[in-house]
């Protein structure tokens, strides 16, 4: 059930950046863990980055060091600032809120979003 709304994804050349916005109107937001994952066709759905409810952050590997992962919970807005874009980063975006478990390759329960295209050119 999309509870979830993303914004952001567009082009960009390989090195650029861009920032995702979701908003989550409906639920408690403060309450929640909030992550974002990505899917390219054909490939199964991999967990980028993950922030909990007291703001503790983690990421994959493969963005550490380039994407920023924020929360604002005055707006009911997730952030991911997406640095030094590379071709592999191309992908759908979703974001997720989970609750009671932080969002994470091996648990990716809760509300999602219907995502956001990012693509990097070279």
């Known amino acids: 059930q999309d509870q979830l709304v993303e914004s952001g994804g567009g082009t960009v050349h390989a090195g650029g950046s861009l920032t995702l916005s979701c908003r989550a109107p409906?639920?408690?937001?403060?309450?929640?863990?909030l992550g974002w994952y990505r899917q390219t066709s054909g490939v199964q759905r991999e967990w980028v980055a993950a922030i909990s409810s007291v703001h503790t952050t983690h990421y994959a590997d493969s963005v550490k060091g380039r994407f920023t992962i924020s929360r604002d919970n005055a707006k009911n807005t997730v952030y991911l600032q997406m640095n030094s874009l590379k071709p592999e980063d191309t992908a759908d975006y979703y974001c997720n809120a989970a609750l009671a478990t932080i969002p994470s390759q091996t648990s990716q329960k809760g509300y999602w979003g219907q995502g956001t295209r990012v693509t990097v050119s070279d």
């Open positions: 409906e639920i408690t937001f403060s309450d929640y863990a």
